[in-house]
């Protein structure tokens, strides 16, 4: 499944990287796979202000993600 960060996260994860998991499977699932792959990203993806979307919807962590589907981590925004 294709998967697309955003903010910090893009950062350590890259702006887009496709994932091999079976599907479907959860959001939190994914996370997890990310965090294994990418084990400097695994604080940030743990935090709940990174935010999961899957078409326009915010979605929570045990939204399961359909075949096909993207999914993007909007990691939070600071400055002023």
């Given amino acids: 499944m294709k998967v697309r960060s955003y ?3 893009a950062d350590l994860l ?3 990287r496709i994932v091999h998991l079976q599907a479907p499977c959860t959001v939190a ?3 997890a796979c ?3 792959e990418c ?4 604080q940030p993806l ?3 202000r990174v935010l999961a979307c899957v078409g326009d919807l915010v979605v929570p962590d045990n939204h399961v993600v359909a075949p096909g589907e993207t999914v993007e981590f ?3 925004v600071s400055g002023g």
């Fill in 46 to 48: 743990a935090s709940r």
């Fill in 14 to 16: 890259g702006q887009e």
């Fill in 29 to 31: 699932e994914l996370r």
């Fill in 7 to 9: 903010g910090k996260l």
């Fill in 39 to 42: 084990p400097e990203a695994a």
């Fill in 34 to 36: 990310l965090a294994a």
């Fill in 74 to 76: 909007l990691a939070p």
